[in-house]
């Protein structure tokens, strides 16, 4: 059988070179499939004679499965080379460092605000809610804020268009948190101590220490024979506290309406430490905190009687002890929604 020897040479060398399956079907086709070659030759055999069938049978059949081993191995070799070749494309370099997930950032005036919460909360202050939109009364006359205050002013206040209500008068967007005083005592008997954070606004001209909007912390706290050295022991621990260090403070007589005595709390410049610098203008003090002792008038306006009670009350610009803490000089970048600015606290 020299042709069978030569037609498995062939065929063997057919399938080396193939180099895909389809190919790799092709030659089965054309050898091993029904009208292939060898299959014509099995077929053959029935007309060879029968004492050389037996033989020519068996050396076909040797052939034929040879091939068709051959054949099954190339195309499950040819199948892992090729997924072997796509995962080399489609490497994955594990080492190369992940995508950051981008998640919020809580803004540092509410950070600012929680940890200041927090502080007057372990002194046993609570917390008070008031409203952005107040009425003429509890915003200015409840606070003993005579009629012909500037502050009452278009050029200082923003007001509502509304109707004017006669026990009320005009809304306004509240321009301190010191409304909230009043609100409080209506509802709570004394003695107590309560904190207001929030919102402010005022209709001025904006520059890096000034804007249209900003954050107060009220404070107030009402008892029998409260004391400005009562004040001042919690503004003391307060500030420490929220700044982490030792911080200086001096009180200066001054005048707010709803408070007598009044005193503004300076802190000795964070920045400088009191020498004087352009934080400070060169003064070495920080005003901060507007305070005094509950002007008996509000005292009234709230319900209280103040022959039995009294107490101090304090406001304090949220904005600019978190500029100091971090210091930011420019108040209009905490309402810029800058991410980078955002980004740092
Ligand atoms: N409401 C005052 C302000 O906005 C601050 C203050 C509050 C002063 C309470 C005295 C008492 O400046």
């Known amino acids: 059988m020299e042709g069978l020897n030569l037609l498995k040479k062939n065929i063997s060398k057919k399938i080396e070179n193939a180099d895909d399956v389809k190919k790799l ?5 054309e050898y091993l499939g029904k009208k292939g070659e060898i299959m014509q030759a099995v077929k053959s055999i029935g007309k060879l004679p029968k004492e050389k069938r037996a033989k020519a049978g068996k050396e076909i059949n040797e ?37 950051r997930i981008k998640t919020g950032y809580i803004h540092p005036l509410t950070q600012s605000i929680r ?24 915003n200015f006359d409840a606070l003993n804020v005579p009629k012909d205050h500037p502050a009452r002013d278009v050029q200082d206040t923003f007001w509502l268009k ?3 209500d006669n026990k009320q008068g005009k809304k306004l967007m509240r321009c301190h948190t010191s409304a909230v005083q ?10 107590f101590r309560i904190v207001a954070p929030g919102k402010v606004f005022r ?8 804007d249209v909007q900003f954050h107060q912390l009220e404070g107030m706290m009402v008892g029998k024979g409260v004391s400005l050295a009562n004040l001042k ?8 506290n929220f700044f982490n260090k030792k911080v200086e403070i001096r009180l200066r007589p001054s005048y707010f309406p709803f408070t007598e005595p009044s005193v503004e709390i300076d802190i000795k410049c964070l920045n400088c430490k009191g020498k004087g610098c352009s934080v400070c203008k060169k003064t070495g003090w920080l005003e901060t905190i507007g305070a005094g002792m509950v002007h008996p008038n509000v005292l009234k306006a709230g319900g209280l009687n103040p022959k039995f ?26 309402y810029s929604g800058d991410i980078k600015f955002l980004e740092q606290f």
């Open 25 to 29: 079907n092709e030659i089965f086709q």
């Open 63 to 99: 052939v034929k499965d040879f091939l068709q081993t051959k054949i099954d191995e190339k195309i499950q070799e040819t199948k892992e080379r090729i997924i072997k070749e796509a995962g080399e494309k489609e490497w994955i370099d594990i080492t190369i460092p992940g995508k």
């Open 115 to 138: 940890s200041a919460v927090e502080i007057f909360q372990s002194m046993g202050f609570s917390v008070a809610e008031g409203l952005e939109i107040e009425t003429e009364w509890y």
């Open 182 to 191: 009043i609100h409080y005592m209506e509802k709570n008997n004394p003695p």
């Open 309 to 334: 009670w009294q107490g101090f009350a304090f406001g304090m610009g949220i904005d600019r002890l978190v500029m100091m803490k971090y210091k930011i000089d420019d108040i209009r970048l905490f």
């Open 203 to 210: 209709h001025e001209a904006t520059d890096a220490s000034h």
């Open 162 to 164: 509304q109707e004017k």
């Open 233 to 240: 022991a919690v503004i003391n621990e307060f500030l420490d």
